[in-house]
C-alpha cells in the first residue's frame, strides 16, 4: 500500500531583494525606501533545493533521509507535509502527514502541560484522547524525571528538553506518515534509545516513518530504507546498509 508518492518535484525558494544584498545599514535603509516606492529593480533570487525527485513510499517502511548540509533533506519533507508547493511534479499522499520538526509549533510561553493539550489539539486528539494519554507522554518525555518541569513555561526548558517533550506528544498518536526532522538527535542517549524504539513501534502499526538525521547510527537502528540527497537530487534510493556504505565512502567516514 503506498502512503506517499512523490512525482519528479521540484522545489524552488525565492528570496526577495537578495541581489542588492551588500552594504551596511544605509545602503539597507535606502533598499527600505526605495521597496516603500514599489522599486522596479529590486532582486530575487531563486534557490532550487529539490530537483526531480521521485520515489514511493508504503506502509510499514521507515525511510532515512541522509545527504550533506543543504542537500535538500528537510526542505522535501516539508513539501511532502504540503507546506511548500512545488514548482513541478507532484506529491500525493494518503491522510495528512504530520512533521514534527525541531521548530515543531508550541508555544514556549506556556507550560509543557498546555503544550500536551495544544500539540494532541494540533494532531485532531480529542480532550478524551489527551487526558487518557497525558501521563504517558509526560512520562515518555522524562520532563519530571528531576523536578516539576511540566508546570513551567516551555522556553525555560533545555533544548534538549524541548525536543523530547514535542517527540513525546507527536509519537503518542499513530501516525498514517510521520516525519521527523533531526528531533533524535538533540536527546541524550537513553531518549534517544527510547524513541528509536518508538519509531519502530510506529513503524510496526502499519504507517510510514521518515526521519532525516545527520546521525548514520541513528539511521541503522531504525530504518529499512534510505534516501540519499546531495545537491536537490536523489542520488541512492535502496536498503539501508547499501545507501550508507555508499554514502559513508561518499563523505570520507
Ligand atoms: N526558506 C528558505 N529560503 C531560501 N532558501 C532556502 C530556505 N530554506 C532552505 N533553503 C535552501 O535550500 C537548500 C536545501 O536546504 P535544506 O534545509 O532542505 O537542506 P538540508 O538537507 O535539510 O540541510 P541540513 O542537513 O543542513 O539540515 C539549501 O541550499 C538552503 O540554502
Known sequence: MPTVVVD??????????????????????????????GDPERGVRTVHAVRGVSFTAHRGEAIGLIGSNGSGKSTLLRAIAGL??????????????????????????????????????????????????????????GINDKGDFISLPMRTYSSGMQARLRFSIAAAKDHDVLMIDEALATGDARFRARSEARVRELREHAGTVFLVSHSNQSIRDTCNRVLWLERGELRLDGPTEEVLRAYEKFSGK
Open 8 to 37: 519528479d518535484v521540484h522545489i524552488v525558494y525565492r528570496v526577495h531583494g537578495a541581489k542588492s544584498g551588500r552594504g551596511g545599514a544605509t545602503a539597507a535603509l535606502s533598499r527600505m525606501l526605495r521597496r516603500g516606492a
Open 84 to 141: 511548500l508547493p512545488p514548482e513541478r511534479g507532484r506529491v500525493y499522499t494518503d491522510g495528512q502527514p504530520s512533521l514534527l520538526g525541531v521548530n515543531a509549533a508550541l508555544m514556549g510561553d506556556l507550560t509543557g502541560e498546555r503544550n500536551v493539550v495544544l500539540g494532541g489539539l494540533a494532531m485532531g486528539m480529542s480532550r478524551e484522547q489527551i487526558k487518557e494519554r497525558y501521563q504517558e507522554i509526560v512520562d515518555f518525555s
